[in-house]
């Protein structure tokens, strides 16, 4: 089996299918998003790890030093990690393609892998906070992303998410962006458009 240096729940899924990783938010854990994700394709592989950092007892995948002011050094040791984890996961499951689902720091984990190294063929990003402008250039041409967000959202503000969609809309992404009326909750409108975008692989 893969040694993975995270916490982790696995649901081996039938070869040639796809994989997806599933990202909690910060204090959540690898049961957040697990059978949400099983539901969404049920004969995908499903890999859910907990984070490894500790923020007061609270699970995340990168150190930040304030709200909204990320630790880099930490980012860029956290996405080379997930970039050979996701990896060794599809390699081993021969996986069709490589999907992520990502919320809050979850989602920023999973957009920073995306735009460093472009191994997701399609991601979705819910509630993403990129609070810096990403180096990466290289082309992101073929690949999917939803992001979902809350326009009274007070941890990822209207103008971060539109600068991110921007960005990866100007690196070739395909993106799609929904909304809704409230903060950085989960509404019903973004689970139907998560079910919409991931139902075709």
Not at 156 to 168: F, G, K, Q, R, V
Not at 182 to 201: M, S
């Amino acid at each position: 089996m893969t040694e993975t240096g995270y916490v982790h729940r696995l649901h081996a899924g039938a070869p040639d299918k796809p994989i997806l990783l599933v990202l909690h938010g910060t204090g959540g854990d690898e049961n957040q998003f697990f059978d949400f994700g099983r539901r969404l394709l049920p004969e995908a592989t499903i890999l859910s790890p907990r984070g490894d950092v500790s923020e007061l007892g609270a699970a995340r995948f990168f150190r930040r030093t304030g709200e909204g002011v990320y630790d880099m050094p930490d980012l860029s040791r956290a996405t080379e990690k997930m970039a050979a984890y996701i990896k060794a996961f599809a390699d081993e499951y021969r996986a069709s393609h490589i999907l992520g689902l990502g919320f809050s720091n979850g989602a920023n984990i999973l957009a920073n892998v995306l735009i460093e190294k472009g191994i997701f063929d399609a991601a979705v990003l819910m509630h993403p906070l990129i609070p810096f402008q990403p180096e990466a250039q290289s082309t992101l041409a073929g690949r999917k992303v939803l992001m979902t967000a809350g326009q009274r959202d007070p941890i990822a503000p209207i103008s971060m998410t539109e600068a991110l969609s921007e960005h990866l809309k100007n690196r070739g992404a395909e993106i799609r962006v929904v909304w809704h009326p409230g903060g950085h909750e989960i509404a019903p409108l973004e689970i139907n458009a998560v079910r919409d975008f991931l139902g075709g692989y």
